[in-house]
């Protein structure tokens, strides 16, 4: 195992509440129409003035920032020349226009009115990989390089099948300009062999930093990153400091139907968050989850943090059942929604900036 952090920074590690962190809050306007804006939005300076995007199934929201006004909504069709499909699995807001996930059959190009502008289809995976699943589902978001006109999108296995253990083609960057698709490979570690059909023990987390051009994996069990240029690859420690107990899923046959049961309550890596404004690493880690008698939930999650050397700095907690454990960047720093608001007319959004000690 492969680890950046020396006895001289381990010295240095501390632990404290995100909440700490937090500097003011944003509120963003809800129409009639809107039951739920997304946790993560897009920022863009467009014309000397600042906007957020946020997708919510096809559906687009642009918010002027910082006041958090509604400056519009556009509603994607879901079928006909400008159709983006029933079922979207994923999207990116990029400066070029929009990508979404289109049925697990291709990848949408459409601009900020609703035009479709290409189709591409995804890439075809072979019979061993059993059924792709492109999506940003557990934190995999994907990436786009606009001068290359390059994407980068991941396949999740829904659940862990034997099969998939000599699988490796699991990241995928697709060249738009000539639609040629090449795959990013990695192999699942063997102890998670001990953990097929439960989709909170066997689903990966992959974070493309462009900035260093490294490609960073998060497996649910380990207490390690698996982190690659393509030319070699290296796991780095990244372990939270509170004890954790995996618990496994099970099955249950219900017809002509297996019913997969995973444990709710099982500590759990989960994805990596670059936040840009302090240059740091955000490894999400639910710690422990509570089902309380009188309903509701109660959780003990954190954020393991690291520089770009990946030495672990400190480690912050919070309840991922009152603070989203994913947000966006702006140039003001970095946002989490809210999940319980206090108001039905807006949502709202706290800024954190890491001062470190």
Known sequence: MFSCTDSKNEAAFFTADLADYIVDTLYLEKDTLTRSLPQEFSFFDQNGKSFLFGVVGRRLYQYSYPSGELEGTV?????????????????LITEDGIFFISDQKSIIHTDFQGKVLDRFPLPNV????????????????????????QLILSDVPFVLKEPNMAYEDWIWKYDLENELAE?????????YKEHFDDPELGLYSHTFLDTENLHVVSFPMTDSLLVSDRKS?????????????????KTKQEGDYVVFLPSMETSRYKWVIFEPMSKLLLRFVSI????????GIHNRSSFILHDLNFETIGEVFFDNQQIASSGFATPDGYYFKLLNPGSDDVEEYVRVLFELP
Request: glycine share 10%; proline share 7%.
């Open 75 to 91: 509603d994607f069709e879901k079928e006909g020349p400008d159709g983006i499909g029933g079922f979207i699995s994923g999207s």
């Open 126 to 149: 072979p019979e061993e990989r059993l059924a792709a699943n492109f999506s940003v589902v557990n934190g995999n978001r994907m990436y786009y390089n606009k001068e290359k006109k």
């Open 183 to 191: 795959p990013i490979s990695f192999s699942y570690p063997d102890i």
């Open 233 to 249: 690859t290296k796991w780095v420690e990244s372990k939270s400091s509170e004890p954790l107990v995996f618990q496994k899923g």
């Open 288 to 295: 422990e989850t509570e089902v309380l008698e009188v309903g």
